[in-house]
């Protein structure tokens, strides 16, 4: 059984597969095949524990002889007005030049009257598609012992599109924004992934029977890219109903398409039947090979410099921007050191169950590589 869940989650963690054949295709990206040859990546430590966990993964990729070379970015202390964000241009400027990246969590101050940190990296960089697998772990118990989905998020529009207004004081309005070309892009994105990863259905989530006109147009966006593919199985589910579904009986859902909030819901719902966005990668991918993974848990203000601080959601993120990049070797053999040490119980974080610290979680992943 439980060689069975790893395999699951083997194939459940190449979430940019999909995303690699947009860099194959594409004569702006970078060849890279090479395990040889050192690649350049961005990498956003991020707020609260986001430093100390973005330290443990870049000790871990450099035991494990990864031949990445991190640009590390720092978000700025003043809004910048190019951007109307934290998130100053040089940022971005760095993930375009780089192409890739990995980010540590970040916090907006809430109703400040400027842009979010993650939104503006999504909308400057053109990050439309959010691709969450969500697999059962071995030797981690919870509620569900097969969990094997991915949520695939329309990430540059819907109710993030940033458009709100005060209509007159005391009423205040707020614009979902659903376009042809963000809805097919993101379901061509959703089927092609769908099919190079061996996946059987597409479930597209909506609320048309209540927003007629957008998730309607979503959904004939949806609709035209699944007559291209039948091979594969289409369905369409109402959210609301998703989300019950999902906790009573998950196996039933393979890849999923949704719109941005419905999205943002969902994949935190699921990150739960695995264990929590603690052990949660997630990956947001762009046209031409562009992509940023991430973690997607909070910033923890409260566990900063107490070494209590899990790794594991920002270091299996780094091991799908590996399989981005096409080193599948390196990335396996973190990626099983990771499954090992959590198999084994022996030295886990608290919030997994155990007792021990960041520093000797990280040095019992160091321990498995191969």
Same mark, same amino acid.
């Given at each position: 059984m439980r060689q069975g869940v790893a395999s699951a989650l083997l194939r459940g963690l190449q979430a940019t597969r999909a995303s690699s054949s947009l860099a194959e295709s594409s004569n702006l990206v970078r060849a890279y095949s090479s395990a040889n040859t050192p690649i350049t990546a961005t990498l956003f430590p991020g707020d609260g524990i986001g430093p100390e966990i973005a330290e443990a993964v870049q000790t871990i990729f450099k035991a494990a002889e990864a031949p990445i070379v991190w640009d590390e970015q720092h978000i700025g202390k003043e809004v910048d007005p190019r951007t109307n964000s934290f998130i100053t241009r040089e940022n971005l400027d760095s993930v375009l030049k780089h192409r890739i990246g990995l980010k540590g969590p970040m916090t907006t101050p809430i109703g400040k009257g400027f @842009?979010?940190?993650?939104?503006? *990296? =999504?909308?400057?960089?053109?990050?439309? &598609?959010?691709? @969450?697998?969500?697999?059962?772990?071995?030797?981690?118990?919870? =509620?569900?012992?097969?969990?094997? *989905?991915?949520?695939? =998020? /329309? !990430?540059?529009?819907?109710?993030?599109? #940033?458009l709100e207004h005060e209509v007159v004081p005391g009423v205040v309005e707020s614009l979902k924004i659903i376009t042809h070309v963000a809805s097919t892009r993101v379901a061509e994105f959703a089927f092609d992934y769908a099919q190079k990863n061996n996946r059987r259905k597409v479930t597209a989530v909506h609320k048309a029977n209540i927003m007629k006109l957008t998730d309607g147009a979503f959904l004939r966006c949806v609709r035209a890219v699944a007559e291209r593919y039948p091979d594969i199985k289409y369905d369409e589910m109402i959210v609301d109903n998703t989300c019950m579904q999902l906790v009573t009986r998950p196996t039933q859902f393979d890849v999923m398409v949704m719109p941005n909030l419905y999205g943002d819901i969902?994949?935190?719902?699921?990150?739960?039947?695995?264990? #929590?966005?603690?052990?949660?990668?997630?990956? !947001?991918?762009? $046209?031409?090979? +562009? $992509?940023?993974? /991430?973690?997607?848990?909070?910033? $923890?203000?409260?566990?900063? #410099?107490?070494? &209590?601080?899990?790794?594991? $959601?920002? +270091?299996?993120?780094?091991?799908m921007m590996l399989r981005h990049l096409r080193l599948t070797d390196v990335a396996g053999n973190i990626e099983q050191a990771v499954l090992a040490t959590i198999a084994e119980g022996q030295y886990l974080t608290r919030d997994l169950g155990g007792k021990s610290g960041t520093k000797d979680f990280t040095k019992a992943i160091i321990g498995h590589l191969k």
């Amino acid at each position: 059984m439980r060689q069975g869940v790893a395999s699951a989650l083997l194939r459940g963690l190449q979430a940019t597969r999909a995303s690699s054949s947009l860099a194959e295709s594409s004569n702006l990206v970078r060849a890279y095949s090479s395990a040889n040859t050192p690649i350049t990546a961005t990498l956003f430590p991020g707020d609260g524990i986001g430093p100390e966990i973005a330290e443990a993964v870049q000790t871990i990729f450099k035991a494990a002889e990864a031949p990445i070379v991190w640009d590390e970015q720092h978000i700025g202390k003043e809004v910048d007005p190019r951007t109307n964000s934290f998130i100053t241009r040089e940022n971005l400027d760095s993930v375009l030049k780089h192409r890739i990246g990995l980010k540590g969590p970040m916090t907006t101050p809430i109703g400040k009257g400027f @842009r979010s940190l993650n939104l503006t *990296l =999504r909308k400057e960089l053109q990050l439309y &598609a959010n691709v @969450r697998p969500c697999v059962s772990i071995p030797g981690y118990k919870t =509620r569900y012992d097969d969990v094997d *989905l991915v949520t695939i =998020r /329309e !990430n540059t529009e819907g109710e993030y599109s #940033g458009l709100e207004h005060e209509v007159v004081p005391g009423v205040v309005e707020s614009l979902k924004i659903i376009t042809h070309v963000a809805s097919t892009r993101v379901a061509e994105f959703a089927f092609d992934y769908a099919q190079k990863n061996n996946r059987r259905k597409v479930t597209a989530v909506h609320k048309a029977n209540i927003m007629k006109l957008t998730d309607g147009a979503f959904l004939r966006c949806v609709r035209a890219v699944a007559e291209r593919y039948p091979d594969i199985k289409y369905d369409e589910m109402i959210v609301d109903n998703t989300c019950m579904q999902l906790v009573t009986r998950p196996t039933q859902f393979d890849v999923m398409v949704m719109p941005n909030l419905y999205g943002d819901i969902c994949s935190d719902l699921c990150a739960g039947l695995i264990g #929590g966005l603690g052990l949660t990668p997630s990956g !947001n991918i762009g $046209a031409n090979g +562009l $992509a940023l993974m /991430e973690a997607v848990h909070g910033t $923890a203000p409260d566990l900063v #410099g107490k070494d &209590a601080a899990n790794p594991t $959601a920002l +270091l299996l993120s780094g091991v799908m921007m590996l399989r981005h990049l096409r080193l599948t070797d390196v990335a396996g053999n973190i990626e099983q050191a990771v499954l090992a040490t959590i198999a084994e119980g022996q030295y886990l974080t608290r919030d997994l169950g155990g007792k021990s610290g960041t520093k000797d979680f990280t040095k019992a992943i160091i321990g498995h590589l191969k």
